[in-house]
T-cell receptor
Framework: KAGVTQTPRYLIKTRGQQVTLSCSPISGHRSVSWYQQTPGQGLQFLFEYFSETQRNKGNFPGRFSGRQFSNSRSEMNVSTLELGDSALYLC???????????????FGEGSWLTVV | AQKVTQAQTEISVVEKEDVTLDCVYETRDTTYYLFWYKQPPSGELVFLIRRNSFDEQNEISGRYSWNFQKSTSSFNFTITASQVVDSAVYFCALSVRVTSYDKVIFGPGTSLSVIP
């Protein structure tokens, strides 16, 4: 069974540009979450999607957005990139029936974003 | 509010030593779930274990063991006879129910270095 797949794995962008990251969850998983990881801030929750709807959102500015498609694949977008957006962006998926049950979340390898 | 504390920021041990990673959590929920993840330098968080709040049995899996104590709100992780491949950042996480979804709170992580 394929794991969570994220693309691209590495990318370099210039300040002011925008970036789109893609995530394909484990087959059958309908919940997709995104996290930002930086050395100084640790793992920070961005947002979570279930059945194309955003269920939960972290404390990030509106420049960070996401969406989920009908096949559960998800994308996140960061507009007007800042140097501080340089980070590892992790996508995670879990099997969810829509009822909270402490389902295990499985992570992808992440997308390493460098903003110069 | 919920919180996960991993007081040990960095630990360094010599190969074959035993090491325990501490995790203390805070929640008023009676139903919750606890997790441990391993993050090697490649970036992907690898799921290690899931425990629900009603199951206080200790768990052993090869060289790994987990001690869950509700009385002290702790879920500690011990690696026996550590190996260089155990070098990674380890995250403890708490999952609680919030209306229609699971809220997952990660600890700051403990960086383990196993020296040959």
């Amino acid at each position: 069974k394929a794991g969570v797949t994220q693309t691209p794995r590495y990318l370099i962008k210039t300040r002011g540009q925008q970036v789109t990251l893609s995530c394909s969850p484990i087959s059958g998983h309908r919940s997709v979450s995104w996290y930002q990881q930086t050395p100084g801030q640790g793992l920070q929750f961005l947002f979570e999607y279930f059945s194309e709807t955003q269920r939960n959102k972290g404390n990030f500015p509106g420049r960070f957005s996401g969406r989920q498609f009908s096949n559960s694949r998800s994308e996140m977008n960061v507009s007007t990139l800042e140097l501080g957006d340089s980070a590892l962006y992790l996508c995670a998926s879990s099997w969810s029936s829509g009822t909270p049950a402490g389902n295990t979340i499985y992570f992808g390898e992440g997308s390493w974003l460098t903003v110069v | 509010a919920q919180k996960v504390t991993q007081a040990q920021t960095e630990i360094s041990v010599v190969e074959k030593e035993d090491v325990t990673l501490d995790c203390v959590y805070e929640t008023r929920d009676t139903t919750y779930y606890l997790f441990w993840y391993k993050q090697p330098p490649s970036g992907e968080l690898v799921f290690l274990i899931r425990r629900n709040s009603f199951d206080e049995q200790n768990e052993i899996s090869g060289r790994y063991s987990w001690n869950f104590q509700k009385s002290t709100s702790s879920f500690n992780f011990t690696i026996t006879a550590s190996q260089v491949v155990d070098s990674a950042v380890y995250f403890c996480a708490l999952s609680v129910r919030v209306t229609s979804y699971d809220k997952v709170i990660f600890g700051p992580g403990t960086s383990l270095s196993v020296i040959p």
